[in-house]
């Protein structure tokens, strides 16, 4: 009878123990979701020139826009119902700390003219852990989507079959063919962070991520286009405890858009935070993109009505340069040669432009940073090849193909 009752208040506890990662991993999922649609409507925003530079009381704040401005636009998109509730959906980005007020006087959205900013905007985005795996998993996801030999495919465990399912030998067999990591063991470390951030799970929420046969899949569709309101409706479901309903296949990732190149191109991240005050998104190894990331924390790589597109904010460079003038003897650069040791989440710059390109953000705790990479500096040379004549697509390419060490050769401005 001891026994009995030892068991069963054993068998409570595991039960206990598993609602609580679920309900950690929903509220992770949540967040993700919360992290893409103000992402996709950032880039609405400035598609839309909503977001600029603004002046106020003799002084210009930049990538911002006015509080009552958004929220016509969302009423007027179809975005919102209402005024009130437009209000709920740009207070609940401030809750999770997508939006603040450019001067962080106040954390409630008011319907005003006031003027906030995305952080994606100004740097201040917070890239931590969660945040910076978020984007590494937004980036295997869009690599694994659009490569030509897919491992997610359809597959059977225990008599069910799963769409888009992999088992989970096979994708750290994928990662180390891809350079995504150097080893077994930490292919198995990022697979176990995916799954606990809520990025993949097993096909019957059974077990952890294993080295083995067992089937996974990613639960976040990055690509599917995303509407505000569903950012109140999850975050009811999830305190009232209901699933949300699967969801469909939509138009492409924020960080995978695109719109006419301007004149720099657009940007993308080869990993996740940016240094400097006006980065965008988009990513490939560390992703968020920029938002990454573009993200990309990148790969750091669409809301509801009208047309969708990816738009940068201005970037760092001080004034255009070509690659006869870095070439040109007397040029008011300097040459050097770094080499770049990447960890588990990437590399840690961002990369802009097209021929030449230059590293429009470093993130200040990256492999990057450490090697002595820094926002301005031209890439010349990737592992001895010469990349100057080269797009960011390119670059992207030769660096993702490469091998986890990459030695650049930069001409720094002197100033």
């Known amino acids: 009878m001891e026994r009995t009752e030892r068991n069963k208040n054993g068998n409570g506890t595991k039960i206990e123990r598993t609602g609580s990662i679920h309900r950690k991993v929903k509220s992770r999922q949540h967040k993700a ?11 609405r925003l400035h598609d839309g020139k909503l977001i600029k530079e603004h002046r106020y009381h003799l002084r210009n704040y930049p990538n911002c826009f006015v509080a009552h401005e958004v929220i016509d636009w969302l009423v007027s998109h179809k975005e919102a119902p209402n005024r009130p509730v437009a209000i709920l959906l740009m207070q609940h980005l401030i809750d999770h700390d997508i939006v603040h007020h450019v001067c962080d006087k106040s954390p ?15 740097g201040t985005f917070p890239f931590n852990i969660e945040v910076k795996i978020f984007m590494r998993g937004q980036s295997l996801y869009e690599h694994l989507i659009g490569g030509k030999d897919s491992i997610l495919q359809l597959r059977e465990e225990k008599e069910v079959m799963y769409e888009r399912s992999f088992p989970g030998c096979q994708f750290i067999d994928w990662l180390l063919q891809n350079g995504e990591v150097p080893s077994r063991r930490q292919g198995l470390e990022l697979s176990r ?4 951030q809520g990025i993949i799970q097993h096909v019957s929420l059974k077990h952890h991520f294993f080295d083995s046969g067992l089937l996974y899949k990613f639960c976040i569709n990055f690509r599917r286009r995303r509407r505000l309101s569903e950012l109140l409706n999850e975050n009811q479901r999830e305190e009232e405890g209901v699933a949300p309903s699967r969801q469909e296949e939509g138009a492409e990732s924020p960080f995978m858009l695109r719109k006419n190149p301007s004149t720099h191109g657009n940007t993308t991240f080869l990993s996740t935070q940016p240094s400097e005050p006006k980065t965008a998104s988009g990513s490939r190894r560390s992703s968020l993109t920029n938002q990454p990331v573009t993200g990309s924390y990148s790969h750091a790589h669409s809301l509801a009505s009208g047309p969708v597109v990816r738009c940068n904010p201005k970037s760092v460079l001080r004034r255009n340069v070509t690659c006869e003038e870095l070439l040109s003897p007397g040029a008011p650069f300097f040459r050097r040669v770094l080499t770049v040791l990447g960890d588990a989440l990437g590399w840690g710059f961002v990369v802009r432009g097209r021929s030449p390109c230059y590293v429009q953000a470093v993130d200040p705790s990256s492999p990057a940073a450490t090697a002595g990479v820094k ?20 670059l992207r390419k030769l660096v993702m193909s490469g091998p986890r060490t990459v030695v650049l050769e930069v001409m720094e401005p002197i100033d």
């Open 375 to 394: 926002v301005r500096q031209f890439v010349c040379q990737v592992n001895g090849r010469s990349v100057l004549h080269l797009d960011y697509r390119t």
């Open 193 to 196: 962070a995916l799954l606990e």
């Open 108 to 122: 409630i959205f008011k319907d005003a003219k006031m003027l906030y900013r995305f952080r994606k905007d100004d």
């Open 33 to 43: 979701e919360v992290m893409i649609a103000g992402e996709q409507l950032r880039l």
